[in-house]
């Protein structure tokens, strides 16, 4: 029901004027949704501690927010692949906006180490926050099955050295609040792999703010 009511909504929306994105050739396309893309570390870059046999020194991570107007590039980039038909195209989008709140593709590659991702590894997502404000925080949680989505597969080629994995996030902490206000900036990605930490930030666009106050 979910999926025929986000798919309604998406085909008034293409009728209304925001079928843009249909119209999007592959460069544009790409590059709408490599913006969202952004790299860092989790753990200390340098560690000179013996390498040890069940664990990796540090991680490198890579995330990529798949937000309303991502989605949508990597629906353009299926279409333009495929021939898909726009009606098809807009299914994809409803597909992908209906797997939860927000989705972020996260990518881990071990360094030096087991080279081995512990089945435990934890994710938040929250506003970037000062060191004397407490943090809203959403906890994300796995959905594999979601990288059968073509509009939430990301974009360009795999690269077999990161393990891949689809997180989603509510819109909501466990205590129900809203997770970004209207003055909230930035979003911050938080990745724990046993005791390393690891953050990633992003501007919060316009669409991940439409969203998530409705």
Not at 52 to 60: G, L, Q
Request: hydrophobic share 40%; glycine share 6%.
């Amino acid at each position: 029901m979910k999926l025929v009511i986000t798919l309604l909504t998406i085909a008034a929306a293409v009728q209304g004027g925001d079928g843009d994105f249909l119209h999007w050739d592959a460069k544009r396309a790409n590059s709408i949704a490599s913006a969202q893309r952004v790299a860092g570390d989790v753990g200390k870059n340098l560690d000179f501690r013996v390498i040890r046999t069940d664990r990796s020194i540090n991680y490198k991570l890579r995330a990529t927010w798949l937000t309303p107007d991502v989605i949508r590039a990597c629906a353009r980039l299926e279409q333009i692949k495929k021939a898909l038909t726009d009606p098809q195209t807009v299914q994809l989008v409803a597909e992908a906006e209906a797997a939860g709140d927000t989705v972020i593709l996260v990518e881990i590659d071990p360094r030096e180490g087991s080279g081995v991702i512990p089945s435990d590894w934890t994710a938040t997502l929250s506003p970037r926050s000062g060191p004397t404000v407490s943090a809203r925080v959403s906890r994300g949680t796995s959905a594999p099955q979601l990288r059968n989505l073509p509009a939430l597969a990301g974009f360009g080629r795999r690269d077999y050295a990161y393990d891949i994995f689809w997180i989603v996030f509510s819109r909501q902490t466990e205590t129900g609040e809203q997770l970004f206000r209207a003055d909230d900036r930035e979003a911050e990605l938080m990745v724990r792999i046993y005791d390393k930490v690891g953050k990633v930030r992003w501007p919060i666009p316009e669409s991940i703010r439409d969203r998530f106050s409705n």
